[in-house]
């Protein structure tokens, strides 16, 4: 009967460390989801047209106003955005 409730408790030891170690990886991976790939200036230039919706020297312009070298597709979207909309002196 010992032996029985000891592997009794090694079961249910191994099922809690196995599910904590599970509720520990998963936040991980959300966080490597949630990571956007940055890019080069020229790179995003460069596909301006299908990502952006405008030409490749309103992106180009835009990032090196905002003083970017490489960011994210969001980050651009949001700085090409502005840029388009701020008003001609």
């Not at 460390?17 to 940055?38: D, H, I, Y």
């Not at 970017?68 to 597709?73: G, P, S, Y």
């Amino acid at each position: 009967m010992a032996k029985e409730t000891t592997k009794e408790a090694r079961t249910a030891e191994t099922a809690e460390t196995k599910a904590e170690v599970a509720q520990e990886q998963a936040p991980n991976k959300e966080q490597k989801t949630l990571q956007e790939s940055v890019y080069p200036v020229s790179e995003l230039a460069a596909n301006a047209k299908k990502v952006f919706g405008t030409r490749q020297e309103c992106v180009a312009a835009a990032l090196k106003a905002a003083g970017k070298t490489e960011c994210t597709v969001t980050e651009a979207k949001e700085i090409v955005k502005k840029f388009l909309k701020r008003e001609v002196k």
